[in-house]
């Protein structure tokens, strides 16, 4: 059975991922700067370490026989706040530019990098992102994503033999991890949710699942077959926010919802869009273009995936 390493195995994906690999008979090997709850199990094996103690990861790569790195540290979701600091981009960038290199020439013939939807240059129409849409990030923690992107492309450049598959995961969720979806309902400096109409428009998510299965579909392709590339990651279907509003009410504690002025509301968000809050805040919405239905085709992942997870069914 393959070997997997896997950063960031302590976080929200890491931790159901190495659960997942570890049940389908995977032999794992996690790192992260905190405890992991499976040491102790078969086929397990843990070092806790920062992702840029560059010796402890490198030495892992080039000691063990490792068939895919899947790489989750320095992600939001998993390890960082939703608040970008300057620091995270530095350890990010710190880490991307021995990691992959390390991994390609140890001979790993797999490496899975986590990045972001938004790393796609804003969208001026209703037409589905697709992956051969134009990168322009914008955000703090889109522009460290993209420079991971571009590290990888230049390793993977130089060592034909090692496939990189790069995942544009639109915003996490689970049954119980709803942070994503009630930052698009929720105004923290009022105080309370708010919906503009009866709520008919939609964003794009990623049930865990999803991301789970995607990446499992990867290490399972055939011999043989051209995987490597980039891939939006995200549910079949928008999530609409009458629909959050009603899942949150429903499953955990809803105070009051406000019915806004749309119009009002995305003047003012237009005239902010360079403040800093909306440049370093992961959650941050941006109330211009919220309304917009901005969606993302994971059509290309299907044919690994059935992404059958949503809202209604997640565990």
């Avoid at 010796?55 to 390890?79: F, P, R, T």
């Avoid at 790993?108 to 051969?132: G, N, W």
């Avoid at 011999?223 to 928008?238: M, R, W």
């Avoid at 969606?295 to 565990?315: G, H, P, Y």
Wanted: charged share 25%; glycine share 6%.
């Amino acid at each position: 059975m393959k070997t997997v390493f896997i950063t960031g195995a302590s976080g929200l994906i890491g931790r159901e991922l190495t659960k997942t690999l570890l049940s389908r008979g995977y032999n794992v090997i996690g790192t992260d700067s905190s405890p992991s709850e499976f040491v102790g199990q078969p086929n397990y094996s843990f070092v806790q370490c920062s992702v840029t103690d560059k010796a402890k990861i490198s030495s892992i790569l080039e000691g063990s026989k490792i068939d895919a790195l899947i790489h989750l540290a320095c992600s939001v979701d998993n390890d960082y706040s939703n608040v970008m600091e300057p620091n995270y981009a530095k350890d990010a960038d710190a880490c991307d530019k021995y990691i992959y290199k390390t991994a390609a020439t140890a001979g790993i013939s797999d490496i899975l990098l986590l990045s972001t939807h938004l790393v796609y240059a804003p969208q001026k129409t209703r037409e589905p992102i697709r992956e051969t849409n134009a990168d322009k990030p914008v955000t703090d923690y889109a522009k460290m994503k993209s420079e991971s992107e571009k590290y990888l492309s230049a390793v993977i450049k130089k060592h034909p033999n090692t496939k990189g598959v790069i995942m544009r995961v639109c915003p996490i969720y689970t049954k119980t991890y709803i942070e994503n979806l009630n930052a698009r309902i929720y105004d923290p400096k009022d105080g309370c949710a708010f919906i503009y109409g009866t709520g008919d428009y939609g964003f794009s998510f990623c049930c865990l699942y999803n991301l789970i299965d995607f990446i499992w579909g990867v290490l399972e392709v055939p011999a043989g077959t051209n995987y490597q590339g980039v891939y939006n990651i995200c549910d079949s279907k928008p999530i609409y926010a009458k629909e959050i509003v009603e899942y949150i009410r429903t499953n955990f504690k809803l105070g009051p919802v406000i019915q806004r002025n749309y119009g009002a509301d995305a003047v003012k968000s237009a005239i902010a869009f360079g403040n800093k809050r909306l440049k370093t805040d992961y959650r941050c919405v941006d109330i211009s273009t919220i309304c917009n239905n901005v969606t993302f085709d994971n059509t290309k992942a299907q044919r690994i995936s059935r992404f059958r997870w949503k809202l209604s069914n997640t565990l």
